[in-house]
């Protein structure tokens, strides 16, 4: 079944759900229709299913990066100068467009499907509860300030990328200069100096 929710995944990230079949993705990946729609139930459990995956591994791949630098610096003046250009580099520019986009999509199409919002709400639940702890550890270590919930920085930070994406729609976005330094005025307001 992981060759198929590859198979459709691929798919999604560079086209339109509404052209995934699933006879297609049987016959590219040599998975039986029957065995397909017994594991997931129906095309939309599939494509839920890997919708699920996508938005999993997207901010999953974000996580081991902090989790790198909490893993590899000791001070604080170690941190800032590791720290700020990631923050920026995960909210902003332009190969993260499309990660923006697909995580938004994800999220737009959960609100009119309820199984898909619940396998990522669970998602998101664990991921942000990842990213807060990555968050308490480094207020333990006094570099970021302890009197904001570590869950509340996590959110923060997702709120910037979602923030981001819906500006990537926008006729007049941001410029990427203003965007990374607004970052960066808030990234150094939340260290513990």
């Given at each position: 079944?992981?060759?198929v929710l590859d198979a459709v995944a691929d798919r999604l990230m560079t086209?339109?759900?509404l052209l995934i079949r699933i006879p297609e993705i049987c016959e590219a990946t040599g998975v039986n229709y029957g065995s397909v729609y017994?594991?997931?139930g129906s095309r939309e459990g599939v494509i839920d299913a890997a919708y699920d995956m996508i938005f999993t591994r997207l901010v999953e791949e974000d996580i081991r990066t902090f989790a790198a630098v909490n893993?590899?610096?000791?001070?604080?003046?170690e941190y800032l100068k590791v720290m700020a250009p990631i923050v920026s580099r995960l909210s902003s520019g332009?190969?993260?467009?499309?990660?923006?986009?697909?995580?938004?999509?994800?999220?737009?199409?959960?609100?009119?499907?309820?199984?898909l919002k619940e396998m990522?709400?669970?998602?998101?639940?664990?991921?942000t509860e990842d990213l807060c702890v990555l968050t308490a550890f480094a207020q333990s270590k006094k570099w970021?300030?302890?009197d904001v919930s570590p869950?509340?920085?996590?959110?923060?930070?997702?709120?910037?990328?979602?923030?981001?994406?819906?500006?990537d729609v926008s006729s007049d976005p941001v410029e990427e200069t203003a965007w990374e330094q607004m970052i960066g005025v808030l990234f150094l307001d939340l260290l513990n100096k």
């Open positions: 079944m992981q060759a086209g339109d759900e017994h594991h997931f893993e590899s610096v000791e001070t604080l003046d332009p190969e993260r467009k499309e990660r923006r986009a697909m995580r938004f999509r994800i999220v737009a199409a959960a609100s009119t499907r309820p199984r990522i709400g669970t998602s998101q639940a664990r991921l970021i300030r302890d869950k509340a920085l996590s959110v923060l930070f997702q709120i910037l990328v979602f923030g981001r994406a819906l500006d």
